[in-house]
């Protein structure tokens, strides 16, 4: 029951003299105008235009106005994407800071470091966002960038790892071609066999992979988070770069001290018989090529011990600015980016989708014409393996210990010697950093 205020009483007053008053009127034949039929219009959104920047990450131009401007603007006809393909440090200095950040996941302590990320969590509370639709361990690993349960992202796309094979170049040595469920034993041998010298022209099985391959197919960071040192001149490293230099002396990969040839090897002169890729990459050099390439593949190789389990996903994330003055817009985008709709989309058309959803995911790449009767389905059986924890100084490492492996082709350092250098070479690269950042 309320109670009796002077400030209830004069209310109550008031408002039996409207009735009062209203019942006047009506004797009058006046009527009240009845706002649910009135000319008047709801509020229409203000325009708002909001930036993204590409973090070490790119799509084409097509890609960007296909999966993300176009359908944004038919969602929200107020909100029109802008995309900025610029460095973000200068942007960073500049004031120029993007409302959206579309990053790989790897690349993420990075963009913390520069303090960009804005806490999701209350918005994905508000708008009651479902993590649950998202695919493990993708949606896993960005819970775990929060410690105290911030969200400092939206899952957007995954890259799947697979390998590629030239079919022609199989029949022509009579080679069975690979098969789902290769372990880097039977790669390893199938490289061998389709690397040999013919009519005056040096065909490859494959090309050599980097240790960083190798390194996170066992979810294995290249520095110690505890001290900020490289974590290279150790056992398991040192088995990784053996098995990248027993790839370089394979007979025939390298020629005249000349590192193997690049990609094009494989979609475009054809003298390379294998290529282990990134499934939307690898389609897009394809597409490039514009070659008769009569290819297929099939899921990537695995360790013997870990059978099913290749490099993680490659992960792709949106991140909302803690800079962005549409923070709220921002969010609305990038949870319309992980919508079905654009997923949907994403899906058919360029990337992994990161939803949960297995009739998505058989539709991938259904509207690529050169991948219309290939084994994609097979390819994506084998599972990603958890991410490694992020590090922001993990590139610089990686960079390093990817370029030592590149020595190889001359064979004039040994894996030892090759470890120890890049080892100190790291390290101080990582105390230069560092130093830059106390400046």
């Known amino acids: 029951m309320i109670k009796s205020t002077p400030f209830v009483k004069a209310l109550s007053f008031f408002v039996a003299g409207s009735l009062f008053s209203g019942l006047l009127a009506g004797c009058s034949d006046q009527r009240t105008p009845d706002p649910a039929s009135s000319d008047v219009k709801p509020k229409e959104p203000v325009p708002v235009e909001l930036t993204l920047t590409p973090y070490f990450l ?10 993300l401007i176009k359908p944004l603007k038919a969602k929200y006809p107020h909100i029109t994407l802008k995309i900025v393909k610029d460095d973000i440090t200068k942007m960073v200095i ?29 918005l994905v509370k508000t708008h009651k966002v479902d993590l ?5 361990p993708n949606i896993d690993w960005i ?17 799947q790892m697979a390998l590629f094979y030239n079919k022609d170049s199989f029949d022509k040595r009579g080679v069975p071609y690979p098969k789902d469920g290769l372990t880097l034993d039977d790669y390893f041998a199938l490289a061998k066999k389709m690397t040999y010298y013919e009519d005056g022209i040096q065909y490859r099985g494959s090309l050599p992979t980097n240790p960083e ?5 066992n979810s294995l960071s290249f520095v110690d988070p505890k001290t ?8 398991q490293i040192k088995s990784i770069m053996e098995l990248v230099q027993a790839f370089y002396q394979i007979p025939g990969m390298v020629q005249n001290g000349q590192k193997p040839p690049s990609w094009d090897s ?56 803690k800079a962005s003055k549409h923070k709220e817009e921002a969010f609305q985008a990038i949870e319309f980016f992980a919508s079905t709709e654009v997923q949907s989309i994403l899906n058919k058309r360029s990337r992994l989708t990161v939803l949960n959803d297995e009739s998505l995911i058989k539709d991938f790449l259904s509207e690529v014409e050169v991948m219309k009767g290939k084994n994609i389905q097979g390819a994506l059986k084998v599972k990603s393996v958890k991410m490694a924890p992020p590090n922001p100084y993990h590139v610089i490492v990686a960079g390093k210990i990817n370029a030592a492996a590149e020595t190889f082709v001359t064979g004039l350092k040994d894996v030892n010697t090759l470890l120890r250098e890049t080892q100190e070479e790291s390290d101080k690269a990582i105390e230069e950093e560092m130093a830059k950042k106390k400046k």
């Open 213 to 217: 391959f190798y390194a996170r197919m």
């Open 94 to 122: 500049a004031g120029q800071t993007p409302d959206i950040i579309y990053s790989a996941n790897s690349r993420f302590p990075v963009i913390q470091e520069m303090d960009l990320p804005y806490d999701l969590s209350e």
């Open 58 to 67: 790119n799509m084409t131009d097509q890609e960007f106005d296909q999966v």
């Open 132 to 136: 649950g639709k998202f695919s493990s």
């Open 143 to 159: 819970k775990e960038l929060g410690s105290k349960g911030e969200i400092y992202g939206l899952p957007f796309a995954l890259n």
């Open 266 to 321: 494989f979609t475009k002169t054809q003298q390379t018989a294998m290529y282990l890729n990134w499934i939307p990459d690898t389609v897009g050099f394809i597409q490039q090529a514009g070659s008769t390439l009569n290819f297929d593949l099939v899921g990537a190789p695995a360790f013997k011990d870990k059978p099913g389990f290749t490099i993680d996903h490659g992960a792709q994330m949106m991140i909302v600015s």
């Open 228 to 235: 900020n040192k490289a974590s290279i001149n150790n056992d």
